[in-house]
């Protein structure tokens, strides 16, 4: 029963959150409302019992890529309002919209088709049990995690660092201004 | 003692890697002492090899040594073997001993040369190419050693290369090869295709499962490569202009050894010749005779020493295929070997001619020259002997040999062969001894005027002439300039005389006017006196001037007259001159007499007036020695009288494994022939000794221009391809430029015009991109519902 | 009544829809990024839901990588909003038409 009531309120705040975020015009108000959902999200992950994963989900996502966001919206001042009214293509918005109730009627419904073996109504998940990488209720979470993540995806893992890296490097190339070099404004402070 | 035979090829090799590296800094002679005992060493090694197969029974002589794995590719062997057997020593004996003889005889020839090293470097490789064409295993082995004798044989003719003509020559000589080699290969890949192999071991023993089609594709093209290689029609273009490399180089390269390889080919693939159509080995056969015959007509009126021996070489070779078509297959390795004699012989002996003449190769600048180099005119004589059919020479029992397989052939016209191999030996026999007589008998024409330095001289005497009639033109021109300065003189000093005398009159009359006074009286009187003396002075000047305009006249008419003596005598200036070139048939026997115009002969004359001919050293006689020796014995290889006396015969036959021809000739058509043939040679000899010595008959009508020209096939062939042969490769180039890259061309520009068109449907508004995608996304999601319901 | 992985998958698939139409709504490169992000949480959501419903860890792996894979890009992404914006301030979507042709 606490079960469901946590993941009620869960869900709502992931719902809310995320239609804040669609709807509201400033942008500042979009970004708090993406904090909100992650945190929806979070909760939903310790209801799974994926503890490190919400953990996680809270320090990336809600701690530190939203705040990027903010900044950046800060940095560059367009935290005014878009008006959401104007639209370039006429009935641009209302396709939009009925492409993504389209895409959400089709989820819904390739979830509740019934495969081979199944009874309508009750989704049917025809995968087998894995066996190597079983979770077990007696490691914590992290563990076994970490198990998976460094023996069988170790090279995905040093992909993924190299990316990371690579992002860095490209993002501040990407940012640096042109042509004004330190050297320059130091001897221009001193001589001031 | 079989087992020394891997370092028959190898020890030349080596020789040739020491020179690359060190050549250089050895220099004279060492570097030629160095390439000899390279080239001895072989033929050490092979003579052990020899002595090894000699050890064991007849059949059993069929030794191959595989040294490394060449070529492993998926089915596809290939070994660097070795296949000692008696036709392979053979070969390598006599391309390994005349070889050592005549990297001797070039340590002499070369001396002084400037890329002395270099030579022998080159030769050793030859040797070595040489030696893996005949030795190999297999065919891809053979086709290594010929294209690395092709290789060295174009690095040996343009040895000399900075002389345009020499590099032109090594040139000619690669690419007629080239065609040739192509031949090779598709050989080689026809034989593959029905062996799935090249070995020669595999052809022999399997050569019943080439098909007769195949194997007389095979022949032809076979005969294609060796026509090439061993210079027959009609790709023997190259031989004669080869004589541009050194002496040594022709004795070696196109006399002896590599000019052979395509008899040793044929010879070698005798199973694969036994399958095919009885009609493609009398194309070979005809071939060969045709072009003995054709080469023979030329080598009548050639003067170069060279070039008579160049295409008495093609001639010879024609001999060599003749046999191996009628299946004479002994007889062609017999006579092979004796040529290889005799022809070395002849062409060293050339050499040593040249070398004694400083370079001259023109034999009507010849004659006389037995006394002055007996032992080179002495060996001469042997290789006559021997290449003329003279008995007991080697080269009459080999030729013999050949002329009674030819008769005894049938189905490919084997009389007919006959005769035209026996029109050939009186030609042969003829050119020869008009060649031993015009360079070694005769009066000695070496120290002679040529016709060109004559004309030189002429011209020489008529510019001077031209100049002195200008000279005396200008002379008298001075002296007109002279003689009208006299007269004006003279009428100078007339009015002179005049005044002097209006002077004299006036004075006079003031004299008689004024009789009273005596002041002015006095003066007057002396101004008369002056006056008068004044008229005296003028008249003496009027007289001298006189005289002057006489003696300028006389000295006006004496500069015309010289004049026109100096234009009679530059008019007759060729007129007066009596001295003519004789022709250089030996029997006219006194000089042209030159005291006229020997001071206006040009350098070359004088320098060869200096120069006397003189006998070679002995690292050049030596060698000659040998060879004459050989060639005068060689003929017991083989002799015809017993079975028993056929060494040659018996000892190849392993090779041959009965594909020899059957000779039905009984002894008495065998003596016949033979008497024939020595009775065509007696005649040649005697026509030759007839024109040429006693002067009976002009050479002229032998020598016709069209065979100094080679029946013009030179000029034919370069009109062809600068004409029609050129248009027809431009057609192929503009082909290959148009219509296969303009296809290419073709498709990029449509994709360009296709993309171009489909650029405009692009709005660039970011937002409709994402809409795409999420309907994209919309459309998989509806396909993989209907794949759960289905 | 029990929560089952049902809930979870039905709960990720209405996020990502959301998502997807704010992706198609907004105009301000800025929020459609974060509508972005949202779409990253929902296929998380639904690949630790899996990995209860298959007992296998594999599925949480996943979802360490996507986290990972999400914070470069942003990172990177908002670098070049930041460059595009410094030429040209106060730019929408739709004004970034470089692409027409």
New interface residues.
């Given amino acids: ?1 606490v ?2 009531i946590v ?1 009620a309120v869960g ?1 709502v705040v ?2 809310g959150g ?2 804040g ?2 709807l509201n015009p400033n ?1 500042v108000r ?2 708090l409302s ?1 904090v909100a ?2 945190f929806g ?1 979070a909760v ?2 310790v ?4 503890h ?2 919400a953990f ?2 809270v320090v ?2 809600a701690g ?2 939203v705040v ?2 903010l900044f ?2 800060m ?4 935290d ?1 309002s ?1 008006d ?1 009214s ?1 639209q ?2 006429v009935g ?2 209302l ?3 009925g ?6 009627v ?6 509740f ?1 019934s ?1 081979p073996g199944g009874e309508k109504g ?2 049917a ?1 025809t ?4 066996s190597t ?3 077990s209720s007696d490691h914590p ?1 992290v563990n ?2 970490a ?3 460094f023996t ?2 170790v090279l ?1 893992f040093q992909a ?1 660092a190299l ?2 890296t690579i ?2 490097v ?3 190339v ?2 640096k201004e042109r042509g004004a070099t330190p050297k320059a404004t130091i001897e221009q402070d001193e001589t001031n | 003692m079989v087992e020394a035979a891997w370092l028959i090829p190898t020890l030349p090799l080596a020789g040739f890697i020491f020179l690359v590296l060190f050549g250089r800094k050895l220099g004279e002679p060492g570097a030629g002492w160095v390439a000899t005992l390279a080239s001895a060493g072989a033929f050490v090694a092979t003579l052990v090899t020899f002595g090894g197969l000699l050890s064991v029974e007849g059949p059993e002589r069929f030794h191959v040594q595989t040294l490394f794995t060449w070529i492993q590719s998926g089915s596809f062997s290939v070994d660097a073997g070795l296949l000692i057997d008696p036709l392979s020593i053979t070969m390598s004996l006599f391309i390994t001993g005349v070889g050592t003889l005549i990297h001797l005889y070039s340590i002499g020839y070369m001396h002084g040369d400037a890329g002395f090293a270099r030579f022998f470097a080159y030769l050793n490789l030859f040797i070595t190419s040489m030696l893996i064409l005949v030795l190999g295993d297999n065919l891809l082995l053979t086709f290594l050693g010929w294209e690395g004798v092709g290789a060295c044989s174009y690095l040996l003719i343009s040895f000399w290369f900075t002389d345009p003509a020499n590099a032109t020559a090594g040139k000619k000589a690669f690419v007629t090869n080239r065609v040739g080699d192509f031949g090779f290969m598709l050989a080689m890949f026809v034989i593959f295709s029905e062996l799935s192999s090249i070995r020669y071991t595999d052809i022999i023993t399997r050569s019943g499962e080439i098909g007769t089609t195949a194997a007389t594709v095979a022949v032809a093209l076979f005969l294609l490569a060796a026509a090439g290689k061993s210079a027959q029609l009609p790709l023997f273009v190259w031989l004669p202009d080869a004589m541009a490399g050194p002496t040594p180089v022709s004795a070696l390269i196109h006399a002896a050894t590599m000019v052979t390889s395509g008899v040793f080919l044929l010879t070698r693939l005798n199973p694969v010749l036994a399958q095919a159509e009885t009609w493609s080995l009398g194309l070979v056969a005809w071939v060969g005779a045709l072009t003995a015959l054709f080469a023979a007509t030329i080598a009548v009126a050639q003067t170069d020493i060279k070039r008579v021996l160049a295409y008495s070489t093609v001639s010879q070779l024609g001999y060599l295929f003749l046999a191996v078509g009628v299946g004479g297959y002994v007889a062609a390795i017999f006579h092979m070997v004796t040529h290889a004699f005799f022809k070395a012989l002849l062409f060293l002996g050339s050499g040593s001619v040249i070398h004694g003449l400083n370079d001259e190769q023109d034999m009507r600048r010849m004659g006389g020259l037995y006394k002055l180099m007996p032992v080179t005119g002495f060996t001469f004589i042997v290789g006559w002997l021997a290449i003329a059919g003279v008995p007991p020479f080697a080269g009459f029992w080999s030729k013999d040999e050949i002329l009674l397989y030819a008769w005894n052939a049938d189905g490919i016209g084997g009389k007919g062969l006959w005769a035209v191999g026996l029109v050939t030996a009186l030609l042969t026999a003829f050119y020869m001894t008009r060649q031993v007589i015009l360079t070694f008998f005769g009066r000695s024409r070496f120290h002679d005027v040529t016709a060109p330095e004559l004309d030189e001289a002429l011209e020489n005497i008529a510019a001077a002439n031209r100049q002195a009639v200008i000279d005396a033109e200008a002379a008298r021109d001075k002296a007109v300039v002279a003689a009208e300065k006299a007269s004006g003189d003279l009428v100078k000093r007339n009015e002179a005389l005049d005044k002097a005398k209006s002077k004299v009159e006036a004075a006079t009359v003031d004299v008689a006017r004024s009789d009273d006074a005596d002041e002015g009286h006095a003066k007057l009187v002396k101004a008369l006196d002056r006056a008068t003396q004044a008229v005296t002075k003028a008249s003496d000047a009027l007289v001298k001037a006189n005289n002057a305009v006489d003696a300028a006249k006389e000295l006006v008419v004496e500069a015309n007259a010289a004049v026109e003596q100096a234009q009679r005598d530059a008019d007759n200036s060729g007129n007066a001159i009596n001295v003519t070139v004789p022709h250089y048939v030996t029997a006219v026997t006194a000089a042209p007499d030159v005291a006229e115009v020997e001071q206006h002969l040009p350098a070359s004359y004088r320098e060869r007036k200096e120069y006397h001919p003189h006998e070679s050293p002995w690292t050049m006689t030596v060698p000659l020695i040998i060879l004459a020796a050989a060639a005068a014995l060689g003929g017991v290889l083989n002799l015809p009288f017993n079975h028993d006396l056929h060494f040659l015969g018996n000892w190849l036959a392993p090779s041959l494994f009965g594909h020899e021809a059957e000779l039905t000739a009984s002894a008495g058509t065998k003596w016949l022939l033979a008497v024939v043939a020595i009775t065509v040679g007696g005649v040649a000899i005697a026509a030759a000794f007839n024109l040429y010595v006693k002067g009976r008959g002009k050479p002229a009508s032998v020598e016709k221009r069209i065979l100094a020209d080679a029946w013009k096939v030179d000029q034919s062939y370069a009109s062809f391809f600068g004409g029609p042969g050129r248009a027809l490769f431009n057609l192929a180039s503009a082909f290959d430029r148009k219509v296969v890259d303009g296809a290419v061309r073709v498709s990029a520009s449509a994709v360009n015009i296709a993309g171009r068109a489909m650029k405009s449907t692009q709005p660039g508004f970011v937002r409709s991109y994402a809409w795409l995608v999420a309907l994209g996304t919309a459309a998989v999601l509806v396909w993989f519902l209907g794949r759960l319901l289905a | 009544m029990e929560v089952t992985q049902t809930w979870y998958l039905v709960l990720s698939a209405m996020l990502f829809s959301v998502g997807l139409v704010g992706l198609l709504i907004r105009n301000n490169p800025l929020v459609m990024f974060m509508c972005v992000e949202l779409m990253l949480n929902a296929s998380n959501l639904s690949f630790v839901a899996f990995s209860g419903v298959y007992n296998d860890i594999a599925g949480q792996t996943a979802v360490f990588f996507v986290l990972v894979v999400a914070a470069a890009e942003v990172v990177v992404g908002l670098s070049i909003v930041v460059a595009l914006m410094r030429i040209r301030p106060a730019a929408t979507a739709d004004d970034l038409t470089a692409l027409k042709g």
């Fill in positions: 029963m079960d469901v993941f869900a992931v719902m995320a239609i975020v669609v942008p979009a970004a993406l959902s992650f999200v939903l992950f209801l799974q019992e994926a490190f994963l996680i989900q990336v996502y530190a890529i990027l966001f950046v919206i940095l560059l001042g367009v005014s878009d959401l104007v370039p293509l641009q918005r396709a939009g919209v492409v993504g109730i389209a895409v959400l089709l989820l819904l419904a390739g979830l088709m495969g009750t989704v998940f995968g087998a049990q894995s990488a079983a979770i979470d076994q995690l198990v998976d993540l069988r995806n995905a993924t990316l990371l992002a860095t490209g993002a501040v990407m940012v």
